[in-house]
């Protein structure tokens, strides 16, 4: 049996605590309900600004709800936004939202989305797929009075609706862009 003096104590807790942190990966934080709090309180806008949507999300089979994305841009753009795709009303996963955006783009803004996976082929192509999406964009954004054309891999090769809706900030160009959803634990 060793004796271990409180010198060699301090330095291994010293020494250990940076990797004991490193493994943190947020369960047991209340990270998760204020996630559900934002994505309720986001339907609840989209339902009651856009009555049709109810209908549409009645018909779905799931939802990606990112009640905030917030993105800036000079000539090379970013953006990054948390939120949980929802079946039949419940939440069965947490996603964050990452895009890179190259062009003729200035200002920043933030935006909700919605994606709503109208078969239970495109949702379950969405749950096993890598998670990036590429797209063009033409917009511009005023205080949130938003106009977009938007054509994206998910909504042109699956049957899944994107509502963009929310936009507020200062932002105008043209771009190429890529968003990558990856699951996360909250």
Known sequence: ???????????????????????????????AQKIDARVDTTL???????PNTRDLASKST???????VTEAGFMFGGGYGRGALQINNSTVDYYSATK???GLQIG?????????????????????SSGWVA????EYVFNDKGENLRADTTTSTAPVVAVIF????????????????????P
Do not use: W
């Open 1 to 31: 049996m060793s004796n271990i003096s409180r010198r060699g104590f301090t330095l291994g807790v010293l020494a250990g605590t940076p990797l004991l942190a490193a493994c943190g990966n947020g369960v047991g934080t209340n990270n």
């Open 100 to 102: 890179g955006s190259v």
């Open 166 to 185: 929310g936009q507020a900030g200062a932002m105008a160009g043209v771009s190429l862009e890529g968003m990558k959803y990856n699951r996360i634990i």
């Open 62 to 68: 799931g939802m990606l709800v990112m009640p905030l």
């Open 135 to 138: 797209g063009a964009d033409i």
């Open 108 to 128: 920043a803004q933030q935006f909700a989305h919605v994606l709503f996976f109208m078969t239970q082929d495109a949702l379950s192509r969405f749950r096993r």
């Open 44 to 50: 609840n806008y989209l339902y009651s600004t856009y």
